[in-house]
């Protein structure tokens, strides 16, 4: 694992949240001094300043089924500048078009201090509660929160802007620069962040802020935008407002940040290879944003490999070091959270959020979790330490130890969500077709089966486990691991069930029907795709090693007695996941792989499949790039030379 970055600032998940006063019932900023909007109608301001300036509400009317629209906006605050857009999305958008809203704050308000500020607005309430609910845990760096079935992706990045405006790949359509008065925030207004300000822009984006500072306006015009003043809200001070007509950073800097206009929905479908949990997701986040998906599936339904197994614990391990392998499955575990509860709102279809503890099952893993609670602070809606008592008491069953508890976490039941994701108008599923190839033809992908006729697409997206690296064109050599896993189904009447996720040296779910799955083995020897006595027996006795009074009759039950499961998992050499395109010369792009989960997928592919979607639609990107470029393929080419 590699080790966290310099400074102190840096050593955590953690980000400092806004110290707020309230005056007269409304938000200012102790650290800056000065208010979150104006103390007379700070709604109205917003709708004059910011979209008014914009031309939000007539952009919104004009645009085509499908379309999808940026905002950008410095400075989140209290949400106010996102719920007004989101109003006027809901009044003027086409019902199928995607408002992305990408949003940057270095000071959070906590979730108190947002419900307090919000409730000023009872015209925005219903929004208001839905941002409440899903606001993402006070972590630095990316989050994704998706509303309105998926008709509004907000980005919002915890942190500073220019490092938001450096890691961050999007274009604006329309920019709300709302940081505090720039006398009072100097740092907000630098060149340089109006320098990345116009990066992340195009011909005919347009801005507006609330000051009419000369050094803003010479900066933006420097950068290409044509400024004007406008008069202020009601009797305030002049505002400022433009657009780009030229931009010298677009002839200048590298494509980095550059991508289509504004998405194009009129794109051809999209071909997914696999129905597991990668390609499922995929399957829908692509659907939501009103692309035709084809989905093969070798297996007769959904979920047939490594998806399949009738409960999975929803568990990252996360580092003594806040290093980028920690970051991305922090942030991919709270997204995952995020996105099984929105899709099963009551907890009916596959998602239980029963809670989850990583027990200190031995004298390394209780040294590993002393160590890691001393070097970060973890917001404690994510995770805290618990007591053998609490341990106990939150799970309902015989622990002898503490550990760390995951209060919002749980288990799911994958082929239930499999299924569930793959059921959409827009989705069509071929079953019993095993991909056999996938070829470069003119500018598109042919596929071909073992038996059918070959299918040609632009976009092709391979999922599927280890199998990928057989599907590759010619000349494309990547090594992935399989490692063969066996699931124990432990009936009802031999444990004492916990009431939560177990995590030890394996894990125990809580008891669904008439059994709970306890597993999976990890086997590096064998690929013997039949369930053995053996692993059930390892099964057993590993849990009896860190639960051992699990057992409702003191002991466990004989294993020839037990059903199970067998899949094999997809990893890497760096246990890392695989995502990106495949790129190889001369040959189109539109060619991805999706793959190398190991045993975190169900973790780890809601975030990366609202990314890879995010790409394959050229809309704003959820991650950032420092991160998701350490997934690249690339990394597990086989040398030509064999070594
Ligand atoms: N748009 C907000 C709303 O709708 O409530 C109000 C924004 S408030 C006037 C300015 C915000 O910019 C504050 O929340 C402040 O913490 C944030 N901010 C100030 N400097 C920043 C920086 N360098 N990077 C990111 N955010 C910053």
């Known amino acids: 694992m590699s080790t966290s970055n310099a400074g102190p600032d840096n050593l955590g998940p953690a980000i400092q949240t806004a110290d707020i006063e309230w005056r007269d019932g409304h938000p200012v900023s102790r650290t800056f001094g000065d208010v979150y909007f104006s103390r007379e109608n700070g709604l109205k301001e917003t709708r004059y300043v910011f979209l008014g300036h914009n031309r939000i509400e007539e952009r919104f009317a004009a645009l085509k089924p499908g379309a999808a629209f940026v905002v950008a906006e410095t400075g989140f605050g209290t949400g106010l500048n996102f719920l007004a857009t989101w109003r006027a999305w809901q009044a003027y958008a086409p019902s199928d078009a995607t408002l992305h809203f990408v949003s940057v704050e270095r000071y959070p308000l906590s979730l108190e201090d947002l419900e307090r500020a919000l409730s000023l607005w009872p015209e925005l309430k219903p929004m208001a509660e839905a941002l409440h609910q899903r606001y993402p845990a006070l972590v630095k760096g990316s989050h994704r929160v998706v509303f309105a079935e998926g008709r509004i992706r907000l980005t919002l990045y915890f942190g500073d802007a220019s490092e938001a405006w450096s890691n961050l790949r999007f274009t604006a359509d329309a920019w709300y620069l709302d940081g505090f008065s720039p006398a009072l925030n100097p740092g907000l207004w630098f060149e340089r962040l109006i320098g990345q300000i116009a990066e992340h822009s195009r011909p005919g984006t347009t801005v507006a802020t609330f000051t009419s500072v000369g050094a803003v306006r010479r900066a933006l015009q420097a950068v290409g935008f044509a400024m004007k003043e406008a008069p202020g809200f009601e009797r305030k001070r002049d505002i400022l407002a433009g657009e780009i007509t030229h931009n010298p950073s677009l002839a200048s800097s590298s494509d980095r940040h550059r991508l289509p206009a504004t998405a194009n929905r009129d794109l051809p479908s999209v071909t997914i290879v696999g129905a597991g949990i990668a390609g499922a997701l995929t399957a829908r986040n692509l659907a939501e944003r009103g692309r035709h998906v084809i989905v093969y599936s070798a297996g007769a339904m959904p979920a047939d490999g490594a998806s399949g197994n009738p409960q999975a614990a929803l568990y990252v391990k996360l580092g003594v070091d806040y290093g980028p392998e920690t970051q991305l499955a922090l942030r991919a575990l709270l997204h995952a959270q995020r996105t099984y509860s929105r899709y099963d709102p009551e907890h009916t279809r596959f998602w239980h959020p029963t809670g989850l503890i990583q027990l200190a099952t031995d004298p390394k893993e209780a040294d590993r979790q002393r160590r890691f609670l001393e070097r970060h602070r973890y917001p404690a809606d994510i995770l805290r330490d618990v007591s053998p008592d609490e ?51 003119s500018e598109r992908w042919r596929l071909s089966f073992s038996h059918g006729d070959p299918h040609l697409s632009s976009q092709v997206v391979l999922t599927g486990g280890h199998r990928v690296a057989s599907l590759l064109p010619e000349g494309h050599l990547y090594r992935f691991k399989s490692i063969r896993g066996q699931v124990t189904e432990l009936p009802t009447n031999c444990i004492q069930n916990p009431r939560t996720v177990l995590c030890g040296q394996s894990y125990l779910n809580p008891a669904h029907g008439d059994y709970a799955v306890t597993g999976a083995t990890f086997d590096l020897k064998t690929q013997d795709s039949a ?15 860190w639960l051992p009074n699990v057992w409702s009759k003191r002991t466990p039950p004989a294993a020839a007695d037990l059903s199970g499961r067998v899949s094999f998992r997809c990893t890497t050499h760096d246990y890392q996941p695989v995502i990106g395109a495949v790129e190889g010369k001369g040959e189109p792009d539109g060619l991805y792989v999706f793959t190398g989960l190991g045993s975190k997928g169900f973790a780890l592919a809601p975030l990366l499949a609202e990314w890879l979607t995010d790409r394959l639609c050229g809309e704003p990107e959820c991650l950032e790039q420092a991160l998701v470029s350490r997934l690249a393929l690339a990394r597990c080419r086989i040398p030509l030379d064999g070594a």
């Open 391 to 441: 341990a106990k008491a939150l799970s309902g069953s015989p622990v002898e130890m503490g550990g760390l508890w995951f209060p919002d976490s749980g288990w799911l039941e994958p082929p239930q969500l499999c299924r569930w994701l793959l059921d959409h108008p827009n989705i069509e599923c071929k079953y019993g077709h095993t991909v056999t190839g996938v070829y470069a033809q």
């Open 531 to 545: 369930v053995l006595l053996a692993s059930h027996q390892q099964n057993l006795d590993s849990l009896s090693r």
